[in-house]
């Protein structure tokens, strides 16, 4: 609901909602991805070589977009001998397909992505502003380039996209107001999975084991 208020609706040249010391800022200006952000993909190394992998430079996949740990890491000899790329941490993560296309995330660590991702880096520091404004968009990315499941992003498409922005000092005050609320909600969700830990736990002591009725 505050996304919705904070960022300006379609044919829109303001928000609905803005800071106080920004009521009479200008209008946002239209500009593309494509124009403030340097982007590129990656690439997967033969997975038949296993000096390719098993290094310690994380790989990034997907699935695995915002994480902090990836599953696999790739050695130098991996990355040389690849078409995976470098990305580091702030840099946007955009799937271009899979079962998570047109999901948006800031990476969480210094690793390498493959064919799947896209990464925007900013040439201006407005990373975070971006990162939550494609985040409002995406039921439009996917209700328009990936309908039903069928079809994918491109780097093309994602490039083409048109946002509308402020002065950089507006969007710092946005995106930081956004990101302190997603830290609340991982707290929060920290808190919650701790205290299903606990009920699990629990219920392991307050119920007999079935294999002491077999006994």
Not at 64 to 71: A, F, N, V
Request: hydrophobic share 35%.
């Amino acid at each position: 609901g505050l996304m919705q208020q904070l960022f300006p609706r379609e044919g829109e040249t303001r928000p609905r909602l803005r800071f106080p010391e920004f009521q009479d800022a200008p209008e946002w200006e239209n500009k593309k991805i494509g124009d403030i952000c340097r982007s590129f993909s990656g690439g997967t190394p033969d997975t038949s070589r296993k000096e390719f992998y098993g290094g310690t430079i994380p790989f990034i996949r997907s699935a695995e977009l915002g994480k902090r740990s990836t599953e696999l890491s790739l050695t130098e000899l991996g990355l040389k001998n690849s078409a995976a790329k470098l990305v580091a941490k702030g840099d946007v993560l955009v799937a271009l397909y899979g079962a998570n296309s047109g999901d948006i995330a800031i990476a969480q660590l210094d690793g390498a992505i493959n064919q799947a991702i896209l990464c925007l880096r900013p040439y201006e520091d407005d990373g975070p502003f971006i990162y939550h404004y494609l985040s409002h968009k995406k039921d439009w990315l996917v209700a328009t380039y990936i309908q039903g499941g069928q079809g994918n992003l491109s780097g093309e498409i994602v490039k083409s996209i048109e946002l509308r922005f402020p002065e950089p000092v507006e969007q710092h005050r946005i995106a930081t107001c956004l990101s302190s609320l997603e830290d609340l909600i991982a707290a929060q969700s920290d808190k919650l999975e701790a205290l299903r830990t606990h009920k699990r736990g629990l219920m392991q002591q307050l119920f007999p084991n079935p294999s002491e009725f077999e006994s």
